[in-house]
């Protein structure tokens, strides 16, 4: 809903707002471009210590004291690192979606309305448009952070499942706060109910 609202406020005049517009896009485009590299990065990292061998003899001395609990094998251990590459090779995707839909909404929202159809209908089809794109590669940005943020217990997975269960308990509590507001809803119903309140015999001609 707010890359929506900013995409007709962006676009109600071109002329103004066109460099503001796509300087934004290019920080999300940037900001996907680092998430998308630190995760190809991460997936070599794990490719090259599942190739070399991460269960000769190692797997028993991960254990952190009354942590050291669960399957300590060399099976054990390749699926857990293997479950660690699944994951950045997910986020990376993920990231790589999103800057195809932000670089194709950065060519969109700067053409004039008047270079497509003088009907104001048309204008209005064009900017959801845009703005579905925009919320897409926003979508995909977010499941590639929620990529990023579900390694974290795959990681503490290696040294036992009681680590990964209290960062699993941890995740839910940080993203509750992060992702739940309802701020911005009591705004808007405020605002519906303003609207509401207004009176259109003054609008209405008899």
């Known amino acids: 809903m707010n890359c929506r609202y900013w995409v007709l406020s962006m676009m109600e005049d071109v002329a103004k707002n066109g460099v503001l517009a796509v300087q934004t896009l290019r920080n999300n485009i940037m900001a996907s471009t680092v998430l998308a590299s630190t995760a190809i990065m991460l997936s070599s990292l ?3 210590l599942m190739s070399s061998g991460n269960g000769n003899g190692n797997g028993n001395r991960l254990g952190l ?3 050291d609990y669960g399957d300590r094998s060399e099976r054990a251990f390749s699926i857990k690192f293997f479950s660690i590459l ?6 990376f995707l993920l990231n790589v979606q999103s800057i195809r839909y932000y670089n194709h909404a950065s060519i969109l929202i700067n053409v004039p309305f008047k270079k497509i159809s003088p009907h104001q209908r048309h204008h209005q089809l064009r900017a959801d448009y845009v703005a579905t794109t925009v919320n897409r590669g926003s979508y995909f940005w977010s499941l590639g952070l929620r990529a990023f943020y579900f390694s ?3 990681f503490l997975w290696i040294f036992g499942p009681i680590p990964m269960f209290l960062c699993c308990l941890l995740l839910v509590f940080m993203l509750y706060f ?3 507001t309802f701020e911005w809803a009591i705004a808007v119903s405020d605002d519906n109910d303003d609207h ?3 009176v259109p015999g003054d609008t209405v001609e008899p």
């Open 86 to 91: 699944v994951c950045f090779l997910v986020a």
């Open 178 to 180: 992060l992702d739940v």
């Open 46 to 48: 794990i490719a090259v």
């Open 196 to 198: 509401e309140d207004e």
């Open 152 to 154: 974290l217990p795959l």
């Open 65 to 67: 004291g009354w942590f």
